[in-house]
């Protein structure tokens, strides 16, 4: 019986319930904070200010952007790491994967290295193009994709694996070509990772913080997204960091609902 | 399908070599000709890793021949140059636990879309091909339907490769492999609709092709709201709608309970009996075999070790394997006018799960014949049959064929011999005894015989078998 089964595995012991409660009043209490302390009273106009709305505006934009970048190379790149057979493919995937690890700050210093204007991209986009990245929104979105793009390859590259091959070669019986194959069954196939892995990829995106100001600065309406922005009012004005900071967590929230059944589940 | 040539063969005509992994342990060869007629539906039948799969899937593109060459109504699919089989032979044995070249688990070779360049060395080798043959993954169909120069077997040995998706093969996948994103209809539109028919016609074609198979209203249904038997004619419809020139059916009918079976079996022989081109059913079941096919291969171990209708392959099995298919008693031995001598029981046959090898130095060997057939009590048993015959031939008798007794009958019959109980098992009405001795045999006997024999493990009975019962052909 399943339900008596699940009474039985119910049963946790002291020594594991003690400190799971300790470690969930953690992670839950400061959320719980940010809610007990927001002026709810003045809410709707705080959010009608214009820096406030600027952030906004600039946050949602800039993360979607990186989330399309992402998409656009980051599944190529996920469908070679889940289906190429070359050598270093391992240490390819390693290097993926670095910017989940690595200090935002460190991502930055590094995009700044390549794009500033005497990197080694950027001096020449300056010089034959006269094209500036570093402290534009574009550099938000470079920093965005950088940090992001990763979450998005890892899912996606999962979702490769999983999928039955068996199927692109039924395609193929059927006479689909290679990309029709791709884009008729592959894609199709995998879209709840891609998409999974989306959704990922534009919160982490919203959240970025490190990256952008090293790489881009911290410029109202330009670069100052919404993480930036709470920094800087939480040094002058409490309660609009308060505010952006619900904001942000409503989306926390938002997208997490919108992964439930992906992430929440248990497998 | 019109030929490239007029002279060419219609049908399917193949020789096909796959190899597989490095000489040793856990290689593999399949060495397999196949002809098939227009209209014709061949079963390949065997044990599992006999190579039915392979031969399936080298006959669709999914797997690269070795050897051989498959040729379609003239025009050659697949046919590895000397060349290129040398280099491939020596690229096999150079990576000796590395992965097979065609390995079917990676599955890597046919499916990936070169979309990002690769140099994975899987594909390396088709892609060799198709670039020698100068057709990408774009031009592909027209220079393989037109630009095929070498018909029939050319001393040449060109190098010859046509991929799957240009090879108008239709396959039912043994577990149908149905789009679960696409809705049935559009499933069975996939085909028309890679095949250049416009988005209207393709489903106007699928709508056609889900009527023929019973299913007119399951169109908008996904593959997982379909029941076994309607997936299955989906997958069916979905194959038949590309019009192939070859229609392949891998264990069409393994995944559907009995009941299903029965029914979906009737229908796809009818199917099968209106496809006009060649069609290959791949099964390890005798009775779909039997029923679908007009004619048998049985495959063991990569090569055809029997080939016939349907009649002759059960009459008269060549093997163990089809012995144990179809329940007869099998033997191997020479034949001098009415007598066969069998040396060793070496086959035994019926069913049973016991093993197929036997020892010969069976001690108490005692057959006794009235009509002179006797063994020596270590020696060969010699069985009388009633039709005459002259060199290596098989003796076959079915097990309702043998009578058991407490003791040995009076006045018996001619192949009479002693005979140890070694297991009862259930098999239908009756009872299938399994008998040691001089004749590893098995024998059907009522309950109600069998409980008048007191059969049970190491009881010794009487055999007998009518002369006229055993049948013997040249082996």
Redesign the interface.
């Given at each position: 019986m399943p339900a008596k089964r699940t009474l039985r595995r119910r049963r946790v012991p002291a020594a594991l319930l003690a400190p799971a409660a300790i470690g969930l009043a953690f992670l839950i209490l400061p959320l719980a904070g940010l809610l007990a302390r927001a002026p709810w009273a003045e809410l709707p106009a705080r959010l009608a200010e214009p820096e406030m709305l600027a952030a906004l505006r600039l946050s949602l934009l800039t993360a979607t952007a990186a989330t399309a970048l992402s998409l656009l190379f980051g599944v190529p790149i996920a469908w070679l790491l889940a289906r190429g057979d070359f050598p270093g493919r391992s240490v390819l995937r390693a290097l993926v994967t670095v910017p989940l690890v690595l200090p935002p700050v460190v991502g930055g210093v590094a995009l700044l290295l390549v794009f500033g204007r005497n990197g080694i991209i950027g001096s020449w986009l300056h010089e034959r193009f006269d094209i500036t990245i570093p402290f534009t929104t574009t550099a938000v979105v470079l920093a965005m994709t950088f940090m992001s793009m990763p979450f998005l390859v890892v899912s996606v590259e999962g979702a490769l694996r999983g999928a039955d091959l068996r199927f692109e070669e039924a395609a193929a019986t059927l006479g689909a070509g290679r990309w029709t194959v791709f884009t008729h069954v592959t894609l199709p196939m995998v879209a709840p990772g891609v998409l999974a892995g989306a959704v990922l990829c534009w919160a982490r995106a919203l959240g970025e913080f490190g990256a952008t100001i090293t790489f881009a600065g911290n410029f109202p309406g330009r670069t100052q997204t919404m993480p930036l922005a709470v920094y800087l009012a939480l040094q002058s004005d409490l309660e609009a960091a308060i505010v952006l900071s619900l904001i942000l967590l409503a989306v926390s929230v938002i997208v997490l609902a919108s992964l439930r059944d992906r992430w929440t589940a248990a497998p | 399908m019109s030929t490239p040539n007029g002279m060419a063969e219609r049908g399917l005509d193949a020789h096909l070599v796959v190899e597989r992994g490095a000489t040793g342990t856990g290689s593999f060869r399949l060495d397999l000709r196949l002809h098939v007629a227009p209209g014709e539906t061949v079963a390949l039948l065997g044990p599992n890793g006999a190579g039915k799969t392979t031969a399936l899937r080298a006959l669709?593109?999914?797997e690269a021949l070795s050897g051989g060459q498959i040729a379609l109504n003239g025009e050659i699919l697949d046919r590895p140059g000397t060349r290129v089989g040398r280099t491939r032979a020596a690229r096999s044995e150079s990576h000796i636990d590395g992965p097979p070249v065609n390995n079917p688990d990676?599955?890597?070779r046919?499916?990936?879309?070169?979309?990002?360049e690769?140099?994975?060395?899987?594909?390396d080798e088709a892609k060799r091909r198709s670039n020698r043959e100068g057709i990408g993954?774009?031009g592909?169909r027209g220079s393989s339907r037109e630009g095929a120069p070498g018909q029939g077997t050319g001393d040449a040995r060109s190098d010859r490769w046509v991929?799957?998706?240009?090879?108008?093969?239709?396959?039912v996948?043994q577990d149908y492999?149905l789009?679960?994103?696409?809705t049935a209809i559009d499933n069975v539109a996939?085909?028309p609709r890679?095949?250049g028919q416009g988005r209207a016609e393709s489903r106007a074609l699928a709508a056609e092709w889900l009527d023929r198979v019973g299913l007119a209203e399951f169109g908008k249904r996904r593959p997982k709201q379909l029941s076994g038997g309607q997936a299955q004619r989906v997958a069916l419809a979905?194959?038949l709608a590309?019009d192939p020139a070859l229609l392949l059916l891998d264990e069409p009918l393994a995944a559907l309970d009995a009941r299903t079976r029965l029914d979906t079996r009737a229908e796809l022989h009818r199917h099968l009996a209106g496809h006009s081109g060649p069609a290959i059913v791949v099964t390890h079941d005798p009775v779909d075999a039997l029923m679908l096919a007009d004619r048998l291969v049985v495959i063991e171990n990569g090569r055809a070790v029997q080939e016939g209708d349907a009649e002759s392959v059960t009459a008269r099995p060549r093997t163990d394997y089809i012995a144990r298919l179809v329940g007869l008693n099998l033997y191997r031995g020479k034949a001098e006018g009415h007598q066969i001598v069998v040396g060793s029981s070496t086959r035994t046959a019926s069913g049973s799960a016991t093993g197929s090898g036997s020892r010969s130095d069976a001690a108490s060997a005692e057959p006794v014949g009235e009509g002179g057939a006797a063994a020596s009590p270590e020696g060969p048993v010699v069985l009388v049959a009633s039709d005459p015959l002259e060199g290596p031939a098989f003796a076959a008798f079915p097990p309702s064929a043998v009578a058991l007794y407490p003791e040995r009958p009076d006045g018996s019959p001619r192949n009479t011999w002693r005979a140890t109980v070694s297991g009862v098992h259930r098999h239908g009405d009756n009872l299938r005894v399994q008998l040691d001795g001089p004749l590893k045999a098995a024998a059907d006997v009522t309950p109600a015989a069998a409980a008048h024999l007191r059969l049970e493990p190491g009881r010794e009975v009487w055999a007998t078998v009518k002369a006229s019962e055993i049948r013997t052909y040249p082996a």
């Open positions: - | 669709a593109g999914l990676t599955g890597v046919q499916s990936s879309p070169d979309a990002f690769q140099g994975a060395l899987k594909h993954s774009s592909i991929p799957p998706e240009a090879r108008r093969i239709g396959v996948f492999l789009f679960p994103h696409l996939f085909g890679r095949r979905r194959a590309t």
